[in-house]
C-alpha cells in the first residue's frame, strides 16, 4: 500500500501564489511518475502537471508558464509552485503518483484525499 498526504491548499487573492507538497509513502520499490491532477466543480479530473522519472515533465497549457513541478526523490515528495493563480485554477488539487511496490514489482497507481485551492477575483 502507498499514501499520499498532501499540503499547500488554501484561499488566494487573484495573481497570488501557492505551493503544493505531496508526499508518498508505504512499500515502495520504485516511483516512475508523481503528479497532479484537478477537478472543479460539475467538470471533469484533468491532469494539470507530472514529473516523469529521468526528468521529463508534462504540463496542461492552461497553467504553462504559471506552475512548476519538481520532485524530491530522496523524499518521495513532489511539489506544485503555482505562481499568476486565476480563479479558474479554483478547484481540489489531488496529487497522483505510480510505480512498483516492494519487494515484488507489482504495479500501484494511488490518490490523495484531495486539497482545495480557491483563487479569489
Known amino acids: 500500500q502507498v499514501q499520499l498526504v498532501e499540503s499547500g491548499g488554501g484561499l488566494v487573492q487573484a495573481g497570488g501564489s501557492l505551493r503544493l507538497s505531496c508526499a508518498a509513502s508505504g512499500s515502495i520499490l520504485s516511483i516512475n511518475a508523481m503528479g497532479w491532477h484537478r477537478q472543479a466543480p460539475g467538470k471533469q479530473r484533468e491532469l494539470v502537471a507530472n514529473?516523469?522519472?529521468?526528468?521529463?515533465?508534462n504540463y496542461a497549457d492552461s497553467v504553462k508558464g504559471r506552475f512548476t513541478i519538481s520532485r524530491d526523490n530522496a523524499k518521495n515528495t513532489v511539489y506544485l509552485q503555482m505562481n499568476s493563480l486565476k480563479p479558474e485554477d479554483t478547484a481540489v488539487y489531488y496529487c497522483?503518483?505510480?510505480?512498483?511496490?516492494?519487494?515484488?514489482?507489482?504495479?500501484?497507481?494511488?490518490w490523495g484525499q484531495g486539497t482545495q485551492v480557491t483563487v479569489s477575483s
Open positions: 497522483n503518483a505510480q510505480g512498483r511496490l516492494w519487494p515484488l514489482g507489482s504495479t500501484f497507481d494511488s
Open positions: 514529473a516523469i522519472s529521468g526528468g521529463s515533465t
